[in-house]
């Protein structure tokens, strides 16, 4: 089992480098970042989508460290790599290492070839990667080990990770389940993508939800600025909440027609703002600038009739460089009297981020319990 006693900030480094996961295309960006952030660390090399950091042995990092990232989707200590044209012998070669053994889970993915959405590609565990994971799994076995491969792990649960960078070019470390993403592997959640939605948004809202701790009750009133098509309503509807959409734009027929749907034909800004006096949750996902998104919100949630229990906010960036207005965003939305604000640039996000916000950090915690989902959203378009 993986050692989960708490260490000390003074602990030493356990390697020299750590590695990071982040969309592919957002590195430069990541990097800023993360320097930023941690001086401690510095740019040791980078490819599409996979970046590690050489730490200063003036100010190491304790074992168990938090990275300062919302473009991070995981992250690590980087160990090594290996290559070869034979995956038997580098699963074989990797097997030895010792942190492999003392291991809870083994972790294999791919680094994303595209950006998500792009050429039909989505975030998961590919049929290679889940390949060289039985792999792994045979190897732990001859050695009468039990180990989980690809499985998303409990807290704090010590994980081996190889990241497959190109396939005969292997890169491996370990990490700690410290935060809810650490828990999946390569930092994406498992989420059927083959299921018919009516856009994507479906995929970015169930992930929010999943990362977040927000959990959407039955009879829950919910309320989209940017609703059209209709992916994250198709969502929320299966959950049972009531939703309203408001999006000038056209709706799915299909969401249209549901019975705890109601469209509102309008530009966010235009809406009477006692329109939202009844809303527990308020979702945006605006083709607009992250402030003019934020400012919209804010007249909303400022009114009196309004009394949110949080926000689901998904920003858009025209640049990768704007996305050092990240901490200003997330300040602007707490002294909105807001008392938890995250933001992590989602799996299946694109170049944007979610931000998500609640006044009542207690709210993060329902809905542990199993909720019998209502019957799915019916996709399919009506004959003429």
Known sequence: MANTA??????????????????????????????????????????????????????????????????????????????????????AEISTIPHFSTSNHVHVWQRDPF????????PGISALANEVGTLFKAAAEKTGSKIFVNKESKPDDQVFDVVMVEPNEWWYGYHFAS????????????????????????????EALMWSGITIQPGDICAEIGSAPGGACQLLLEKGASVTGID??????GILEHENFVHIRKRGTDVRRKEFRNTKWLLSDLNADPNFSIETIAEIVNHPLVDVKGIIL?????????????PDLM????????????????AFNRREICLVAVKDKFV?????????????????KPSP
């Open 314 to 326: 998904t920003l858009k960036f025209s640049e990768w460089k704007n996305t050092t207005s990240i």
């Open 115 to 122: 950006t998500p959405g792009k050429n039909g590609f989505e």
């Open 179 to 206: 935060t809810v993403a650490g828990r999946w592997p390569g930092g994406a959640p498992a989420i059927d993508t083959s299921i018919e939605t009516y856009s994507r948004a479906y995929f970015k809202l169930s």
């Open 6 to 91: 708490p260490d000390s900030p003074i602990t030493p480094a356990p390697s020299q480098f750590i590695f990071v996961i982040c969309q592919n295309g957002a590195e430069s960006a990541t990097k800023l970042e993360i320097t930023n952030n941690h001086p401690n660390l510095n740019l040791a090399f980078s490819r599409p989508g996979f970046i590690t950091f050489k730490v200063s042995s003036d100010n190491p990092l304790p074992q168990r460290f938090t990275l300062k990232s919302a473009l991070a989707r995981t992250y690590g200590w980087s160990l090594g790599k290996c290559t070869s044209q034979d995956a038997s012998s580098m699963v």
């Open 364 to 380: 993060l915690r329902l809905g542990k319990k199993n909720v019998k989902p209502k019957k799915p959203v019916a996709t399919e």
């Open 248 to 253: 000038p734009a056209e709706m799915e027929t």
């Open 331 to 346: 300040k602007a939305v707490k002294a909105l009297g807001f008392q938890v604000v995250k933001a992590r640039q989602l």
